[in-house]
């Protein structure tokens, strides 16, 4: 450990972090001493950490805003749970845990092309502009959704738009959403996907391509005038956002026998956004930790009935008060050792 750099000494204390938590997890669920309301929220604190630290990859490391990041997860979610029952309604694939695994795939594939799409004209623009685009591409893919109506008929995949008449069992049935999926996600398989996503974006950060992206952020002048190539750069932490989030979606569908798109609303991203702030821009372990206490603390705050999400906002303004204290902030440094600080800074 002595030998390790400051950076991966972080890296591998947020796996270290990740793993405990799953631990502790699962000791909890094998002693019979988690809650079953706790319980139901493990899949979804895991899609969330996902979401978070995807969308810190775009907004902290990229310096880009995007609103548009419950599109992505919408588009992963469908595409999961379409595939997910096809293979096993119409191939007949009876392995759970094999048609999870395609179907997160097949989620994450169907984003990331979503994302070439959306990114090649999106990605010229800046700042609130750029906001204001994928916000609207968000909602587009939110309406498309609700007139899409497909269906599974033997090996074969039915589509239609705004035509309900399509043969075959329907599975994602207009307005109505996805109706009567198969409950396949796992917490083991939130664990890794979480883990897989910290070792993408972490090892991104920390390569060459993460270095460019970061020097574009800081100045992208001087980056061009070093002949980085912009939009590569660009496309590629918003692609890679955008896979990671369809990955997520696919398994968030397929964790509820219905889900409708009204599921993927502005609302999303915006709570997604609020877990990267919180967490700290451009923080990965801040992200993961404050995606987990957000989507967690309603539920604890349940007690306290109409209070709890009048509760809930205070704490989100006390925590960024806090957070953006410098004289809080200079006194937690002054607590670091030196030895620790003069690590921090190299």
């Known amino acids: 450990m002595k030998n390790m750099s400051a950076k991966t000494r972080r890296k591998f204390l947020t ?34 950490i996902v979401m978070a630290v995807s969308l810190n990859l775009t907004v902290g490391i990229s310096g880009e805003l995007s609103l548009g990041h419950a599109g992505f997860m919408s588009v992963g979610a469908f ?23 395609l179907s997160i795939l097949a989620g994450g594939v169907s984003a990331g092309i979503a994302g070439v799409l959306i990114g090649i004209p999106v990605l010229r623009l800046r ?42 069992k329907l599975i994602v049935n207009g307005p109505a959403g996805a109706t009567g999926v198969m409950k396949l ?53 918003f692609v890679v956002s955008a896979v990671l989030a369809g990955m997520a979606g696919a398994l968030y569908g397929l964790n509820y026998s219905t889900v409708t798109a009204s599921k993927f609303k502005f609302d999303t991203s915006i709570l997604v956004l609020v877990f990267v702030v ?18 967690v603390l309603p539920e604890l705050l349940r007690a306290f009935s109409n209070y709890r999400m009048l509760i809930y ?34």
């Open 127 to 168: 700042g609130d502009y750029l906001a204001i685009v994928t916000l609207a591409f968000g909602e587009i893919i939110r309406n498309v959704v609700n007139c899409l109506y497909i269906s599974v008929d033997g090996r074969h995949v039915h589509a239609a738009f705004n035509n309900p008449n399509v043969p075959g």
């Open 79 to 101: 595409t999961g749970i379409v595939t997910g029952m096809w293979l096993s309604k119409g191939i007949g694939l009876e392995n759970g845990t094999v048609c999870l695994v």
């Open 15 to 48: 796996y270290a972090m990740v793993v405990l938590a799953f631990v502790v997890c699962q000791v909890l669920i094998s002693q019979r001493l988690m809650s079953r309301s706790l319980k139901g929220q493990l899949i979804p604190i895991c899609v969330y």
């Open 313 to 346: 906002a205070v704490v989100l303004i006390l925590v960024m008060l806090m957070t953006n204290n410098q004289t809080l902030r200079s006194t937690a440094k002054r607590m670091i050792p030196a030895k620790f600080r003069k690590e921090e800074r190299s």
């Open 185 to 237: 996600s796992t917490f083991p398989m939130g664990f890794v996907l979480v883990m897989f996503t910290l070792v993408v974006v972490l090892n991104l950060i920390d390569s060459r391509s993460g270095r460019a992206i970061m020097a574009i952020r800081d100045n992208r002048i001087a980056a061009e005038a070093m002949g980085l190539n912009v939009t590569k750069y660009k496309m590629m932490a």
């Open 278 to 295: 919180l967490g700290g821009i451009g923080n990965i372990p801040g992200s993961v930790i404050s995606a987990a206490l957000l989507t």
